[in-house]
């Protein structure tokens, strides 16, 4: 699957939005990919998801388990699970940092993938990362249905990207003037309470 069919599955369940939007990395963006909207199909996410399974494994071979970032990922993250065969985790936040919760264990030595869905600066990877080291696992590389950095963003792994877009993305004080005088929406979930 190249990058144009994976936004096709996208602009097919109405999921890239244009307007003002903030990122969850805080970042604003005149693009937003409406992951959700493409979820709530699960043909469209079988189809991502194997696609970004076999993308895995030719490029780090299979991991013992997945684990992915709740909220966003846990879907991508279950789906590709099941096409490689393996568990399927998440980290949630509890007092601002990733944790495993819910009885979740991370074998001492397990191979692990992280699971992503839109990525724009890594940062959640960066994140997700430090309960699944505290655990004694590794992690072979971190992977996304979506890299909007245009390959740019630092993960601090390899990185296995199903698609690699360039959106532009300003910090606060970079707005460009035409994207400032729209109103900003903020519809990611990093900020939930959890």
């Not at 999921?15 to 699960?42: C, D, T, W, Y």
């Not at 949630?92 to 074998?107: H, Y």
Request: aromatic letters at 6%; proline letters at 7%; hydrophobic letters at 45%.
């Amino acid at each position: 699957m190249n990058t144009e069919q994976v936004l096709d599955e996208f602009r097919g369940a109405g999921a890239l939005r244009e307007g003002h939007f903030i990122l969850a990395s805080g970042r604003h963006s005149p693009m937003f990919l409406q992951k959700n909207l493409v979820f709530q199909f699960p043909d469209r996410t079988e189809r991502l998801c194997r696609a970004l399974a076999a993308k895995i494994e030719a490029a780090v071979g299979k991991p013992d388990l997945i684990v992915s970032p709740a909220v966003g990922a846990i879907i991508p993250g279950y789906e590709t699970a099941r096409h490689m065969g393996v568990p399927a985790l998440y980290v949630e936040r509890e007092d601002g940092r990733f944790r495993l919760r819910r009885a979740f264990k991370v074998p001492p030595g397990a191979k692990v993938v992280v699971i992503e869905d839109v990525i724009t600066t890594g940062g959640s990877f960066r994140e997700a990362v430090e309960p699944i080291a505290e655990a004694g696992g590794t992690v072979l590389c971190c992977a996304c249905i979506v890299d909007r950095s245009g390959g740019k963003a630092d993960v601090g792994f390899p990185l296995v990207a199903l698609a690699t877009v360039d959106v532009p993305s300003y910090a606060a004080d970079e707005i460009p003037a035409d994207l400032a005088a729209i109103p900003a929406e903020e519809p990611g979930s990093k900020r939930l309470k959890g």
